[in-house]
Each structure stands twice: as C-alpha cells, then as structure tokens.
C-alpha cells in the first residue's frame, strides 16, 4: 500500500514562504494524481492545488492561485507545494493525496493520504 508522508511545515511570519514535501514510499506514486488539502481549526478540508501524473496539469484554489506552486518529481517519487505571500488564513494542516481523480476531484476520491504537516502563519 501506497505511504505518503508530509514534511515542510512550521511557523512561518505573514509575508513569508515554505516549501512543503510530500513522500511516496514506492513507484506506484507515478501513476496518480497528486493532490495538496488543508485543514484549518474548526474549518472542513478544503483542496489546495493538484498535478496530474504527467506533471501537465494542475489546479489551484482561487484562495492559492498565483501565489502557491504544485509540482512532482517521478525519480524521487515526490511532490512539492511551493508557498509564498503567505498569509494568516494559509494556517492549516496541510495533507497530501494520491488518486486516480480529475483535477477537481473531491477529496473522497483520493485512495492514499499522508498524516499532514502543520503550518502557521503568524505576524
């Protein structure tokens, strides 16, 4: 079975940037969507960004776009969120998953889910 596991997060202040991982623990990484949801205090899960298992397509939130980057490396089987302009309500912890979904696809449909990373955006 598929593990992920999520590195990357910490305190950060308004302004700033992280850059989050995400590692699969074997190659079938390659084949699934890859998708970054956060959660934040007493909020539902909500998606952030997903790339394709080509690495061609993704999709952003309209609260990240322009601001935060997904992207995939299939040699180390890992994935990346990239986030800058960091802002107060980016507080979360930050999941990511592995599917065979679309790009819009709920979060019910992804198969394989990391323990999260929590990032805090503070002043």
């Known amino acids: 079975q598929l593990q992920l596991v999520e590195s990357g997060g910490g305190l950060v202040q308004i302004g700033g940037s992280l850059n989050l991982s995400c590692t699969a623990s074997d190659d079938t990484f390659k084949q699934y969507t890859l998708a970054w949801f956060r959660q934040a205090p007493e909020s539902e899960r909500e998606l952030v960004a997903v790339?394709?298992?080509?690495?061609?397509?993704?999709f952003y939130s309209g609260a990240v776009r322009g601001r935060f980057t997904i992207s995939r490396d299939s040699t180390e089987n890992k994935a990346y969120l990239l986030m800058n302009n960091l802002k107060s309500e980016d507080t979360a912890i930050y999941y990511c998953?592995?599917?065979?979904?679309?790009?819009?696809?709920?979060?019910?449909?992804?198969?394989?889910w990391g323990q999260g990373t929590r990032v805090t955006v503070s002043s």
């Open positions: 998953a592995a599917g065979e979904g679309g790009l819009r696809a709920p979060g019910s449909e992804y198969k394989y």
């Open positions: 790339i394709k298992s080509s690495g061609l397509s993704r």
